[in-house]
């Protein structure tokens, strides 16, 4: 009886430290599965790096559409708009994307003669090279039977003033050269020519050059058939034109420019097409687009869908596995243009804080994989940019500046054993570019997609003091705020300076609150490898 009883207490004792637990860390697991709300432990392999991130791994887009429209919104004069670059830099910045088909370089042409009227009704929505693009083409197509009326004049005074800027700022040009100057079949580089002899008498730096916008969908976009080994020869027509220019002749290619590869098995054939006859020694690196849904059909679910998410790893899979198949080796890889929705993004939410989880996620799939560089479509206006027409950043712009000062350098694995599908993780050394973190410092950054609170414990980083950059909406629009807080307070540019961007020192397990993401950098991690790489900082470290 006494030994029974015994028991009997020291089973309420467990149920009763049980239920004391569940109050903090234990998920009320909802009915579709959302395992959140847990306490949650990092584990990490920070023996070896997975891949090794430079600090241009983040970069922008101008597009070919706003280069069109003269750049309307880019008064390159203003001290804002150059802080808000220059706090992006270093960075490179890919000018392309449909419209930059249908450019045509004039030297001399005034400012008049390239004003494109917009028609009455049409917004002056941002244009990528997707939907909303191929539809304006089309119509336009219907209507002349030609091209001519997407052509645009771009004068060489527009170009200096463009150029100078990016100097300024610390951003190196990818541009994006006419594709469909062509003739008989074949690419006809006088205008190129034309337009690189212009350069370099000015001494312009373009360390990076593509050929044409998603060759694979010309014929579809504009009845041009361009097959993918008259690409390649185009490609060597280009090279060989770089060559005789002692300015250009070290400059990188990245072709074929196909988009997504997960969903489109014309994009993976063109690109295999392209990489086997030759194109694999034709290139610096294998470059492609990605876009997670068109604005259309969108809802805002997808922002937050994991599996959406994963369509990404998909498309790395595929194109590494292509680059393997096709080349014998793995070709580096780009996104030269990519967001979360094609055809300018979804109006009120590409620009909104939920946009960031797409972003972050990208930018953190895209490093384990070794992604070279991610050129976020774009930096200004339309839906999906960084910062509005006005100058207004959007949140994702906020969430950029925070990668940039924190992330680069080696990617760790990170074991998601411990974690839920709603809670990602990723974790790097720390950049000591702007914060001056210690060497052997990492960063980590997480997305907490779930409905509930979870908490990390760092696992062996759990004893030391961290540094927190929480993000969440900036106002009672919530998901759809067009603010976003760190730590709790709003970011605001003060007239054009930056606002601060402040760690919040923070000892112990940490909160990931619903629907948040943000960085903590472990200023003591004293990892091995960051401490190469923080010390030499010289690219020794062998990536896998
Ligand atoms: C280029 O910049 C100069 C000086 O800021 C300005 O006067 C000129 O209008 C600009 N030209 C174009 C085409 O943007
Ligand atoms: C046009 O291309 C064809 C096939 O490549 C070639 O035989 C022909 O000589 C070319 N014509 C001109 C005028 O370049
Ligand atoms: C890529 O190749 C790996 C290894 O062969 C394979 O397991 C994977 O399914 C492939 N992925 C895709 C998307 O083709
Ligand atoms: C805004 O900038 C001005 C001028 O640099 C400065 O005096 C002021 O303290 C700043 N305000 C805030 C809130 O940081």
């Not at 070290?250 to 196909?258: F, Q």
């Amino acid at each position: 009886m006494c030994i029974l009883h015994f028991q009997w207490q020291a089973g309420m004792l467990t149920l009763s430290i049980f239920a004391f637990i569940s109050l903090i860390y234990v998920p009320e697991v909802k009915a579709q599965g959302d395992a959140s709300g847990q306490r949650l432990t990092l584990f990490l392999d920070v023996t070896r790096p997975l891949h090794i991130t430079t600090p241009r791994y983040l970069s922008i887009t101008i597009s070919g559409g706003q280069l069109r429209r003269n750049l309307i919104g880019y008064d390159f004069s203003s001290k804002k708009l150059q802080k808000l670059a220059a706090a992006l830099s270093p960075a490179d910045i890919r000018i392309g994307g449909t419209y930059a088909d249908f450019l045509n370089f004039d030297p001399t042409s005034d400012d008049a003669k390239c004003v494109i009227r917009t028609e009455p009704g049409k917004s002056m929505q941002d244009s990528d090279s997707a939907d909303a693009e191929v539809e304006d083409a089309r119509q336009k197509k219907r209507e002349s039977f030609s091209n001519e009326n997407l052509e645009f004049s771009f004068s060489g005074q527009r170009w200096d003033n463009i150029s100078r800027f990016c100097d300024k700022v610390g951003w190196d040009i990818l541009w994006d050269l006419n594709l469909l100057d062509r003739h008989n079949g074949s690419w006809d580089p006088t205008v190129a020519k034309q337009f690189l002899d212009y350069s370099s008498s000015r001494g312009m730096k373009i360390p990076m050059f593509e050929l044409g916008n998603e060759p694979n969908l010309y014929e579809r976009k504009f009845g041009v058939i361009l097959e993918a080994d008259q690409l390649v020869k185009d490609y060597s027509t280009l090279k060989d034109l770089l060559s005789q220019m002692p300015q250009y002749a070290a400059s990188g290619l990245y072709a074929p420019g196909v988009n997504n590869l997960d969903t489109f098995s014309s994009s993976r054939k063109y690109l295999a097409q392209f990489l086997q006859t030759s194109g694999c020694k034709m290139i610096s690196e294998i470059a492609l687009h990605h876009y997670y849904f068109k604005k259309e059909d969108a809802s805002l679910a997808d922002f937050v869908d994991v599996e959406v998410m994963d369509t990404l790893r998909t498309q790395l899979e595929f194109a590494y596995n292509i680059s393997w198949s096709s080349c014998r080796l793995r070709k580096p890889v780009r996104f030269t243009e990519t967001s979360t929705a094609s055809g300018g993004g979804v109006p009120d939410v590409s620009n909104a804080f939920i946009a960031g989880f797409l972003w972050l996620d990208k930018l953190g799939l895209s490093a384990t994989f070794g992604i070279t560089r991610v050129f976020r479509q774009t930096f200004l206006k339309s839906s999906y940019a960084l910062v509005s027409q006005s100058l207004k950043p959007n949140p994702d712009y906020y969430l950029s500046v925070l990668f940039k000062r924190l992330v680069e350098g080696p990617v760790f694995r990170v074991y998601d054993e411990g974690l839920t599908p709603t809670v990602r993780v990723y974790a790097h050394c720390v950049s000591k570019s702007h914060y001056n973190y210690p060497d052997g410092a990492i960063v980590v950054y997480y997305l907490n997609l779930g409905t509930k609170a979870s908490v990390l414990s760092l696992g062996k980083f759990k004893k030391t003091e961290v540094h927190l950059f929480i993000l969440s909406p900036g106002d009672e629009d919530g998901m759809l705020s067009r603010k976003v807080k760190l730590n709790d307070e709003l970011l605001e540019m003060n007239g054009s300076d930056l606002p601060s961007l402040e760690p919040k020192p923070h000892s112990g397990d940490v909160p990931l609150a619903p629907k948040t993401f943000g960085f903590i950098v472990i200023p003591e991690a004293d990892v091995q490898l960051c401490k190469q790489y923080h010390r030499h900082d010289d690219g020794k470290i062998v990536s896998c």
